[in-house]
């Protein structure tokens, strides 16, 4: 079952036109694995998702990278916020080995998983960050920045939005940020065929800054 609900989601990125790496849904397999293997220690999703959900988060994650790609944002840097136990940046990262990753993470537990899954999935150009956006965050500029199910949405939302530089796009999965967002910023809230097939978990909004 867990093959077939990944290589559905695959075959959907190849009618989109996104270039498929080999071995893509055998990876993605073992990341799911390795979440099952460390869920008990290190909570990082539901015991219910951990029985039976899992396949839905990898391809719910996978919807954004036709995203990324009309937007040519395929390459580049990517910053996840509350990385959690990956989604949705390792299934992006699988697909697009050329994105740069960083992963930021304030749980110590949750941080080891991802260094685990990092090595065992041999993803090259993932640098794993702990601590709190934005405090802990170092000096740089994302192309992209995505955050899914976060603690305290609206508290954060607007610094990520600060942490936007011209041209780069906030994908944000933690609810509508219409009435947080600064003035100088955008919201769409994305419609595609990935939602229509039923593969994403919830709605998607891109936010990009326009000043």
């Known amino acids: 079952m867990t093959k077939d609900v990944l290589q559905k989601a695959i075959s959907f990125l190849e009618?989109?036109?996104?270039?498929?790496?080999?071995?893509?849904?055998?990876?993605?397999?073992?990341?799911?694995?390795?979440?099952?293997?460390?869920?008990?220690?290190?909570s990082l999703v539901s015991e219910g998702d951990a029985r039976e959900g899992l396949e839905a988060h990898v391809a719910d994650s996978l919807g954004l990278a036709p995203i990324l790609q009309s937007n040519g944002l395929s390459q580049g840097l990517l910053l996840d916020v509350?990385?959690?136990?990956?989604?949705?940046?390792?299934?992006?990262?699988v697909i697009f080995p050329e994105l740069s990753v960083i992963l930021m993470e304030r749980s110590s537990k949750k941080r080891a998983f991802l260094a685990k899954v990092t090595a065992a999935l041999g993803l090259k150009g993932v640098q794993l960050i702990t601590g709190s956006f934005p405090c802990d965050m170092p000096v740089l500029s994302p192309r992209v920045i995505t955050s899914r199910a976060i603690e305290r949405p609206k508290e954060l939302i607007p610094s990520v939005c600060a942490a936007l530089s011209p041209g780069a796009v906030y994908i944000c999965q933690s609810g509508d940020p219409s009435d947080v967002?600064?003035?100088?910023?955008?919201?769409?809230?994305?419609?595609?065929?990935?939602?229509r097939t039923g593969l994403r978990r919830g709605e998607v909004y891109l936010v990009r800054q326009t000043g």
Request: aromatic share 10%; charged share 20%.
């Open 181 to 195: 967002v600064p003035s100088d910023c955008t919201v769409e809230l994305s419609h595609d065929e990935w939602e």
């Open 82 to 93: 509350g990385s959690g136990g990956g989604f949705p940046a390792v299934p992006l990262k």
């Open 15 to 42: 009618q989109f036109g996104v270039p498929i790496p080999e071995d893509s849904v055998e990876i993605l397999v073992h990341y799911l694995q390795l979440i099952r293997e460390w869920n008990p220690v290190s």
